[in-house]
C-alpha cells in the first residue's frame, strides 16, 4: 500500500537559518506529491504540490522537488522566520481506481526561535 | 470561494455519549473525506465520499462511527457510543475533479472524558 515517511522532529532552528525536512514515499502508481502546513489550531493548508517527477513546487518561499528515482520530496527553505513555526506534513495522493486518496505522513514540528 | 466549513470547532462528552460533527463542502466538490487526527500524528482516513456514494470506508471503526452524505453535499459523521481514544481532531476535506489535492477544514476536536 502507499506510505509516507518524514523526519522526526521537533526541528528547531534559529531564524534566517535554512531548512531541509526530508520525505520518501512508497506508492503503487503515478502519485501527485504534496506538503501541508498546520497552525496550532487550524486544519491543514496545502503549501505546495508536484504531479509528476522532476516537478518542483514551490510557495512562500518553500520548495520541494519530486524525485522519482530516490522516491524523495524533501521540502527546503533558505531562510526560515519565527512566522514558519508549525506543523509540516509531507502526503501523497494516487489515483488508483480513479480516487485520489490522500495519504500523510507523521509530520514534522517545526520551531524557529528569534 | 468560501472553504470547507465544520462545526463544531470544539466538543467535549463523557464516554459512551454519541456525537456528531457536521462538514459543508467547498461548493461543487463531489468528492468528501472524514479523517481523524491524533495528537502527534499525521491525519488518518476514515471514509471517503464521491457525491453520496461511499469510495472507500475500508478503516471506519464500523461498530461504533458513522458517516452519511445524503443530498451529496454536506455530510455528517457520528460516533455512539464513545470511547477515550477517540478523542482526536476530525477533519473533513473536500476535492474537486480539476484537482489533486484536498482542501481542508479547520477540523473539529473532540475530547472524550
Known amino acids: 500500500g502507499n506510505s509516507v515517511t518524514q523526519m522526526e522532529g521537533p526541528v528547531t532552528l534559529s531564524e534566517e537559518a535554512f531548512l531541509t525536512i526530508n520525505c520518501t514515499y512508497t506508492a503503487t502508481g503515478y502519485p501527485s506529491l504534496f506538503w501541508y502546513v498546520q497552525y496550532p489550531g487550524e486544519g491543514l493548508q496545502l503549501l505546495l504540490k508536484a504531479t509528476k517527477a522532476d516537478d518542483k513546487g514551490s510557495n512562500k518561499g518553500f520548495e520541494a522537488t519530486y524525485r522519482k528515482e530516490t522516491t524523495s520530496f524533501h521540502l527546503e527553505k533558505g531562510s526560515v522566520q519565527v512566522s514558519d513555526s508549525a506543523v509540516y506534513f509531507c502526503a501523497l495522493s494516487d489515483s488508483l481506481r480513479g480516487s485520489y486518496i490522500p495519504t500523510f505522513g507523521r509530520g514534522t514540528s517545526l520551531i524557529v526561535h528569534p | ?113
Open chain 2, 1 to 113: 470561494e468560501a472553504g470547507v466549513a465544520q462545526s463544531p470547532r470544539y466538543k467535549i462528552i463523557e464516554k459512551r455519549q454519541s456525537v456528531a460533527f457536521w462538514c459543508n463542502p467547498i461548493s461543487g466538490h463531489a468528492t468528501l473525506y472524514w479523517y481523524q487526527q491524533i495528537l502527534g500524528q499525521g491525519p488518518k482516513l476514515l471514509i471517503q465520499f464521491q457525491n453520496n456514494g461511499v469510495v472507500d470506508d475500508s478503516q471506519l471503526p464500523k461498530d461504533r462511527f458513522s458517516a452519511e452524505r445524503l443530498k451529496g453535499v454536506d455530510s455528517t459523521l457520528k460516533i455512539q457510543p464513545a470511547k477515550l481514544e477517540d478523542s482526536a481532531v476530525y477533519l473533513c476535506a473536500s476535492r474537486g475533479t480539476v484537482n489533486t489535492e484536498a482542501f481542508f477544514g479547520q477540523g473539529t476536536r473532540l475530547t472524550v472524558v
